[in-house]
């Protein structure tokens, strides 16, 4: 099965109805990812097809949670998930933010050579961002803990805003430690195509 076809199918059966346009921008990012990959160590998986289930489609199992206008992704690493949310809501704007430089050179070059204008590459730490109170979501699926994530994201999405979190297991230990700033509106359990593992969406909101 081509790269293409890989795609298309997988986000079919999670409901997303992509333009082929949009999957091919897929695929040309996916060959980015694969070539800079060999060279700066982006992520750790280098199976094309794992790459396929593991980042891009993990990533699609996103789309039905983005409802708002503005959204940043913390800890972004090569995009994950928030190059391919941009690619495939052209009319949204997206932040992807990163400390580490080679990462965020990483994402620089993908915005250039595929135009996607819809992104603004941060390379800097979460608490430095200077556009607070301003996204509609707050996103992230690298942060070690939601602990983490809140405590470094709390000032970051609007009054109306919200925080998800990508998850693998039904996060029971982290969701007892969260701060008291926010409450859990709910979890969703996602289903990714080829992955076996169990993955959840956390949402969380600040309290009023």
Known sequence: ??????????????????SDKTIQTLVDYLAMLQKWNKAYNLTAIRDVDQMISLHLLDSLATLPFIKGERIIDVGTGPGLPGMVLAICYPEKHFTLLDSNGKKTRFLTQVKMELGIDNVTVANERVEKHAHQGEYDHVISRAFASLQDMINWTLPLPKDTGNFLAMKGVHPDKELADLPSEVEVVDIKS????????????VIMVRKG
């Open 190 to 201: 996602l289903n990714v195509p080829n992955i076996q593992a169990e993955r959840h969406m």
């Open 1 to 18: 099965m081509t790269h293409f076809a890989a795609i298309q199918k997988g986000a079919l059966q999670m409901g997303a109805h992509l």
